[in-house]
């Protein structure tokens, strides 16, 4: 789920999350590879369709916001 609130966008990813699009999204496979402490934007160097999707909705929210959100 994405949420934000103009500062921070939000993206929540529950248990039950696919490995599928935790490697098309962040290059992992598991929860536990993810060191949400230090995600602040989402991996360039990752370019698949869902990637680049996700990157894709998050410019057209930073575009409509004065604020460039960081991504939690």
């Known amino acids: 789920m994405l949420s934000e609130n ?6 929540w990813i529950g248990s039950g999350v696919s490995p599928e699009w ?9 929860l536990g590879q993810l060191n949400v402490e230090v ?3 989402l991996p360039d160097q ?8 996700l990157k894709a909705l998050l410019r057209g929210l930073r575009k409509e916001r004065q604020r460039h959100m960081r991504v939690r």
Do not use: W
Not at 22 to 30: A, E, H, R, T, W
Not at 46 to 53: C, N
């Open 39 to 41: 995600i602040t934007e």
């Open 22 to 30: 935790l490697q098309d999204i962040f290059g992992v496979s598991n």
């Open 6 to 11: 103009g500062i921070y966008a939000f993206l």
């Open 46 to 53: 990752i370019t698949t369709d869902a990637s680049l999707r």
